[in-house]
């Protein structure tokens, strides 16, 4: 392929970790790549970042600047026979003096056996491993290999790196963009940190021959919009949702807004979203606002049968509400104590007093003597024993001094003060 047939991507791509954008953590003083470039001394290392954040780059840029052999493969494509001959060509390399960085792409696509065939090289040092991944190491790749590697972690680029790939690109191509100001700034904010959809882009802009300067609308319309990323069922996918979670916790409502419209203009599915917020209801809400899970019910409801896009404005209603809640988890510790102490006592059975007792034997045994009818009594408490007969009383659920819970609190102190004064404890 010559070097006009080759994307324009591939022909800008930096030589030299110096020419690399973006990835200061990494790449500036005292940062990991940094280090092993000014020592002259590469070991293992994973890649993880977004997709066009620069992970091939930087391997190729390392290989460069360290002057090694550099042997790229995908674990899509690839597999443990295309391992070994990588690996007899880095030994040959090795016997005359050369290293070798093996470098393998979304190495996450390799499964335990395949990952587990590459240790004994890098244990041995017949080759540098490289592997670059868009998901969570942790998740995806062996312990046995993740503890031979360093995880370099990459993030998207930012506004102002991609700004400077179009200046970098306008300089390379010999063109001007056919863009206003505002239109390079909004082109800059559409790629989403994705250097090789900006080049890709700016490639078919060049090639467009545009009449006239296109502004923010007009580059709308005149390419496709990358969508946001997100991935439904892996990592990214639980980032949000704990976005939108960790949000409303902090009564965080427009940040909640925010991170809701993120899942569901990615295409997550509104019914996983309905079921995160009627849980948040229960578990963080609770009692300092009961209406709160009535609202989310309904909301689920309402999407259920009106569906997109009149049904996302019950999503929306849902979101803020809960944003702007009081929050309690005193149910949820009640929840917990209570399951825990059960779990302990084993099979107590409940006092005599509080049983029924619908047949002669079991009333002679005791059953229900000494029940007292509350509705009955003038304060409409008695202060009976509920709990086993061998157990003491425990406080499990303890209401704040926060919305509704305020008068349940009120409520429950009347009840045990009764109880005190009838020496009831």
Same mark, same amino acid.
């Given at each position: 392929?010559?070097?006009e047939?080759?994307?324009?991507?591939?022909?800008?791509?930096p030589?030299?970790?110096d020419?690399?954008?973006?990835?200061?953590l990494l790449?500036?003083?005292?940062?990991?790549?940094?280090?092993?470039?000014?020592?002259?001394?590469l070991s293992n290392?994973?890649?993880?970042?977004?997709?066009?954040c620069?992970?091939?780059?930087?391997?190729r840029?390392?290989?460069?600047?360290?002057d090694?052999?550099?042997?790229?493969?995908s674990?899509?494509f690839?597999?443990?026979?295309?391992?070994?001959?990588?690996?007899?060509?880095?030994?040959?390399?090795?016997?005359?003096?050369?290293n070798?960085?093996?470098?393998?792409?979304?190495?996450?696509?390799f499964n335990?056996?395949?990952?587990?065939?590459l240790?004994?090289?890098l244990?041995?040092?017949?080759?540098?491993?490289?592997g670059?991944?868009?998901?969570?190491?942790?998740?995806?790749l062996?312990n046995a290999l =993740?503890?031979?590697?360093?995880v370099?972690v !990459?993030s %998207?680029?930012d +506004? @102002?790196?991609?700004?400077?790939?179009?200046? #970098?690109?306008?300089?390379?191509?010999?063109k001007?963009?056919?863009?206003?100001?505002d239109?390079r700034?909004h082109?800059?904010q559409?790629?989403?940190?994705?250097?090789?959809?900006?080049?890709n882009?700016?490639?078919?802009?060049?090639?467009?021959?545009?009449?006239?300067?296109?502004?923010s609308?007009?580059?709308?319309?005149?390419?496709?919009?990358?969508?946001?990323?997100?991935?439904?069922?892996?990592?990214?996918?639980y980032? =949000?949702?704990s976005?939108?979670h960790?949000s !409303?916790? %902090?009564?965080d +409502? @427009?940040a909640?807004l925010?991170?809701t419209? #993120?899942m569901?203009?990615?295409g997550?599915?509104p019914?996983?979203?309905?079921?995160?917020?009627t849980?948040?209801?229960?578990e963080?809400?609770g009692?300092a606002?009961?209406?709160a899970l009535?609202?989310?019910?309904s909301a689920?409801q309402?999407?259920?049968?009106?569906?997109?896009?009149?049904?996302?404005l019950?999503?929306?209603e849902?979101?803020?509400?809960l944003?702007?809640?009081?929050?309690?988890?005193?149910?949820?510790?009640?929840?917990s104590?209570?399951?825990?102490?059960?779990r302990?006592?084993?099979?107590?059975?409940?006092?005599?007093?509080?049983?029924?007792a619908?047949?002669?034997?079991?009333q002679?045994?005791?059953?229900?003597?000494?029940?007292i009818?509350?509705?009955?009594t003038?304060t409409g408490f008695?202060?009976?024993?509920?709990f086993p007969?061998?157990m003491?009383?425990?406080k499990f659920?303890?209401?704040?001094?926060r919305?509704?819970e305020r008068?349940i609190?009120k409520r429950?102190?009347?009840?045990?003060?009764l109880?005190?004064?009838m020496?009831?404890k």
């Open positions: 392929m010559t070097a047939t080759r994307p324009l991507a591939d022909q800008m791509r030589n030299t970790i020419e690399i954008v973006g990835q200061r790449l500036g003083e005292n940062g990991l790549i940094r280090k092993m470039v000014d020592n002259n001394k290392l994973i890649l993880w970042g977004p997709p066009g620069g992970k091939t780059t930087i391997a840029a390392l290989a460069n600047s360290i090694m052999d550099f042997v790229p493969m674990a899509v690839s597999g443990t026979s295309d391992i070994k001959k990588a690996i007899d060509a880095a030994r040959m390399n090795h016997a005359i003096g050369r070798t960085i093996l470098f393998i792409d979304e190495i996450h696509r335990k056996t395949q990952q587990d065939t240790l004994p090289y244990e041995d040092g017949t080759v540098v491993f490289v670059a991944t868009t998901e969570n190491p942790s998740f995806n062996n =993740l503890s031979r590697c360093h370099g !990459l %998207a680029l +506004t @102002d790196d991609l700004l400077i790939l179009i200046d #970098r690109a306008e300089k390379f191509t010999g001007k963009l056919p863009l206003t100001n239109a700034i082109l800059a559409m790629a989403d940190g994705d250097a090789r959809f900006l080049l882009t700016i490639e078919y802009l060049n090639n467009a021959n545009f009449k006239q300067k296109l502004d609308d007009k580059l709308d319309s005149a390419i496709q919009k990358r969508s946001p990323l997100s991935d439904k069922h892996d990592d990214e996918h980032n =949000l949702i976005a939108v960790k !409303l916790r %902090a009564s +409502t @427009d909640a925010y991170w419209a #993120r569901m203009t990615s997550q599915d019914m996983y979203l309905f079921r995160r917020l849980r948040f209801a229960m963080d809400i009692l606002d009961p209406n009535q609202i989310a019910i689920w309402a999407y259920e049968r009106m569906g997109s896009p009149e049904g996302d019950a999503l929306t849902l979101v803020i509400y944003g702007t809640a009081p929050k309690s988890t005193s149910n949820y510790r009640a929840q104590a209570a399951y825990a102490t059960a302990q006592t084993g099979s107590l059975m409940p006092p005599k007093n509080i049983l029924n619908p047949t002669k034997m079991m002679n045994l005791g059953y229900g003597k000494g029940y009818y509350e509705p009955d003038a008695s202060g009976q024993n509920c007969e061998s003491q009383r425990i659920y303890n209401p704040i001094e919305g509704f008068e609190k429950v102190e009347y009840w045990d003060n109880r005190q004064r020496g009831k």
